[in-house]
């Protein structure tokens, strides 16, 4: 089945500065990419989500670009501000499959005023 | 425009008991997915209600099990509750079965003593 890994569990930004979370995954079949940004004591909010047919997407501040040949997409946020702070999770879903994500661990986003 | 709904918000069970979570899915909505995330990980997939039946099923025993209502609202029953059943329990809608984006409620923080 699908594995979905996250290489930073936690990343500590400064206001203004830009932040960067990646993530792998290792089935060549998956084709929808989103990511979800879960704040204290709420459920996961889909932010930005990517295709395998487009290789980045742009949403304001956020933005999320994929390699498929290195397995690997990634999330940017510019600008960072206070309310950015949360953990984001990524996953990687088979559309034409199961439709059911795999999620990866998380990155803790820290952003100091 | 209602959001996913989750009752209760938190929850205290002994080891051996049963325990009955609610969800009622965004409006329009008519499946419904549930999600167990443990502290400091990704949301794991236990299984997905479509149709008032149980469709996709994730590694979990059976002590887990569902229902879907005519209403497309869900419960998720665990008996015989384990100390490693504690965990966030997150219900997630979508439009149709096989649509990708999934909208999460707020979860129920059941702890098992």
């Known amino acids: 089945g699908e594995s979905v890994g996250l290489h930073l569990p936690t990343l500590s930004v400064q206001e203004g500065d830009s932040a960067v979370i990646k993530c792998t995954y290792s089935?060549?079949?998956?084709?929808?990419f989103p990511w979800y940004k879960q704040e204290l004591g709420k459920g996961p909010q889909l932010i930005i989500d990517?295709?395998?047919?487009?290789g980045e997407k742009k949403d304001q501040r956020i933005a999320v670009t994929l390699n498929k040949t290195a397995k690997h997409f990634s999330l940017h946020i510019t600008e960072t501000q206070p309310e950015d702070s949360a953990v984001y999770f990524c996953?990687?879903?088979?559309?034409?499959?199961?439709?059911?994500?795999?999620f990866g661990r998380g990155t803790s986003l820290i952003v100091h005023p | 425009d209602a959001g996913v709904t989750q009752s209760p918000t938190h929850l205290i069970k002994t080891r051996g008991q049963q325990v009955t979570l609610r969800c009622s899915p965004k409006s329009g909505h008519d499946t419904v997915s549930w999600y167990q995330q443990a502290l400091g990980q990704g949301p794991q997939f236990i299984f997905q209600?479509?149709?008032?039946?149980?469709?996709q099923r994730g590694n979990f025993p059976d002590r887990f099990s569902g229902h879907q209502f005519p209403n497309y609202s869900s419960e998720l029953n665990v008996n015989a509750l384990l100390l490693g059943d504690s965990a966030l329990y997150l219900c997630?809608?979508?439009?149709?079965?096989?649509?990708?984006?999934?909208?999460f409620g707020s979860g129920t923080q059941l702890s098992v003593l």
């Open positions: 997630a809608s979508s439009l149709r079965q096989g649509s990708e984006k999934l909208f």
């Open positions: 209600y479509y149709e008032e039946e149980e469709r």
């Open positions: 996953a990687a879903v088979t559309s034409g499959g199961s439709y059911i994500p795999t």
């Open positions: 089935d060549s079949a998956s084709n929808y």
């Open positions: 990517i295709r395998s047919n487009v």
